[in-house]
């Protein structure tokens, strides 16, 4: 029988194709898509296929997204979405949300604070009811709670007009760097 494997040796991640999978993160493993720079060359998976049955009350739901954010950043953010898929088969840009959607766990607004986002100093903390009222969709995708927020063009006004709907970022009062982030 062969000696068991020390806990405390993480073993090297592993590559496969476009996706890098991640052993020993304090949460279930995940995969990571690996976005190119240039512009796609082939046909691009649809949004649709990662798309939850999920509904929210806008008025009692935060979207939090990890800040602060600029002009640039929505940019090559929305660009990467756009790069990655399609929706319904037309073009899509989108950025990535976490909606605050049970009052406690970790799918609450302290949970999420306290881990997913717990290495970002600030974030963004609009109602889905204010960013939906300013004319975006937020669409259930991935795993839980996971939104991507879509619009259909990327222009400076529509940034401007995005950066708008996220609201001024705040303090994460969980806020801990990478460096001294508490194991799980």
Request: charged share 25%.
């Amino acid at each position: 029988m062969p000696p068991a494997a020390d806990p405390r040796v993480r073993p090297p991640s592993s590559t496969h194709g476009a996706v890098t999978t991640r052993p020993f993160l304090s949460h279930a493993p995940r995969s990571v898509r690996t976005v190119p720079d240039e512009p796609p060359t082939g046909p691009r998976p649809d949004l649709r296929t990662h798309v939850r049955a999920e509904r929210f009350h806008p008025d009692q739901t935060v979207a939090l997204r990890g800040g602060p954010d600029n002009l640039d950043k929505l940019r090559r953010h929305a660009t990467r979405t756009h790069r990655a898929f399609v929706l319904d088969g037309q073009p899509v840009y989108g950025v990535s949300v976490f909606c605050a959607l049970d009052d406690i766990g970790p799918a609450s607004l302290d949970g999420l604070l306290g881990s997913r986002l717990i290495t970002y100093r600030w974030v963004h903390t609009p109602t889905a009811r204010h960013v939906e009222d300013a004319g975006f969709t937020l669409l259930a995708t991935f795993a839980r709670p996971h939104y991507t927020l879509v619009f259909d063009e990327i222009t400076d006004e529509l940034l401007e007009h995005l950066a708008s709907a996220l609201g001024p970022p705040i303090e994460n009062p969980y806020h801990r760097s990478g460096r001294n982030r508490p194991t799980r």
